[in-house]
């Protein structure tokens, strides 16, 4: 008998609705200021370490076979999501240059809006990633909506073209390398994903025989959404709505990236020779079983498994033993803190990051070619 009933039940899903929360979060911080305008980090960072060190690991797996049906509870948190973001961002730049503007400070104002790319950028953006991946186009739509509210719309292309194809080869650049820190990783990562992603759509029309400007190509959407959304914001906040709003995209996309930099750190796939690769296993992926992190982040670390079979909804992944994938040492909201911390970061990842090459990969005996992404471009 498999389990998926118990699954499909909206006690287990509603622990998966705690993003909810961060929603009234943001009201307080936005209409009380002083001290409350740092809850969206506190909450987000801090108070999940503390659940995820209280509550430990989630070890169950459930049945993969489940059906769409009967995870309509899950589902529903990542539908209601992008509508209620996008309320809550534009309401609190309307708000923020309006009634707000009476007892908000200019440092509080930038406090809050970091604050809501922490949010737009671990929530909004997490979401999107879920629902990309989905067949149903509104969905997919949806999911093009809250990259556009953090102008980061080509994350689509380049993650489903680019990053699942090539991650752990020199072609991926969202595939940390071995003592990369994050200030070197991150500007890297701004200019490479973008190249990469455009390139991707330009060749598949190419290969279709269209130009890059066709109507087709996805790049002319993602342009059209995030100028829509530059032009709600100036028209309800003016250049200082604006700028709020780049500053908390730009806050969002750099909480992204803190999660693409440690999901695959130092992890690559073995060159097989003359451009071949090995096929991606559960391996090249960093897994944590974190259970409140998971909670928040619907299931996100369990990382291992969404790049071994990307078309699982999140609440059907699978959490890996040592054995079958490398595992964090702790959940995200800690592990992207240290990751601003380059020296912390690879005192903790490195001798990590050399005990799995020796448990998968002991005849690999010069990695020069793997720290440094020399090997062969995959064909």
């Known amino acids: 008998m498999t389990n998926s009933q118990p699954v499909a039940s909206i006690q287990r899903a509603l622990p998966f609705w705690m993003s909810l929360l961060l929603i009234p979060v943001a009201l307080i911080s936005a209409t009380q200021g002083g001290w409350s305008i740092v809850l ?88 999107s990633h879920e629902l990309m991946h989905q067949k149903d186009r509104r969905e997919r739509l949806l999911g093009d909506l809250l990259l556009a509210m953090v102008l980061y719309s080509h994350f689509r292309s380049e993650h489903l073209l680019v990053h699942h194809r090539h991650v752990g080869t020199p072609r991926d650049p969202v595939t940390a390398r071995y003592n990369e820190g994050f200030f070197r990783f991150f500007p890297r990562v701004l200019m490479g994903s973008l190249r990469s992603a455009f390139r991707a759509e330009k ?101 291992s498994d969404h790049h071994y079979k990307p078309d699982r909804r999140f609440p059907l992944l699978q959490t890996y033993a040592e054995s079958d994938a490398p595992q964090l040492p702790y959940g995200y909201p800690l592990m992207t803190m240290a990751a601003m911390v380059p020296p912390l970061w690879r005192q903790v990842m490195n001798p990590r990051v050399r005990h799995w090459r020796k448990t998968y990969y002991p005849e690999i005996t010069n990695w020069k070619p793997y720290n440094k992404a020399q090997n062969p471009l995959p064909r």
């Open 40 to 127: 969206l980090p506190i909450v987000t960072w801090f108070l999940f370490t503390i659940l995820d060190a209280a509550l430990g690991l989630n070890l169950e797996n459930t049945d993969p076979e489940t059906s769409d049906e009967q995870l309509k509870w899950y589902r529903a948190i990542t539908l209601i999501w992008p509508p209620l973001q996008f309320v809550l961002l534009f309401w609190v730049i309307w708000y923020a240059n309006g009634p707000g503007d009476a007892h908000l400070s200019p440092i509080e104002t930038i406090c809050l809006f970091f604050g809501v790319g922490v949010v737009t950028g671990t929530i909004g953006i997490n979401y």
């Open 203 to 303: 060749d598949m029309l190419a290969r279709k025989g269209l130009a890059w400007t066709d109507r087709r190509n996805p790049f002319l959407r993602y342009w059209a959404l995030q100028g829509s959304m530059l032009l709600l914001a100036a028209l309800l906040g003016g250049w200082t709505g604006l700028m709020l709003f780049i500053w908390q995209a730009f806050v969002a996309i750099w909480q992204l990236e803190l999660v693409n930099y440690i999901e695959h750190y130092g992890l690559t796939r073995k060159h097989l020779g003359d451009g071949k690769y090995e096929h991606v296993k559960p391996r090249h992926s960093w897994n944590a079983a974190h259970k409140a992190s998971n909670w928040l982040l619907i299931n996100l670390q369990r990382h």
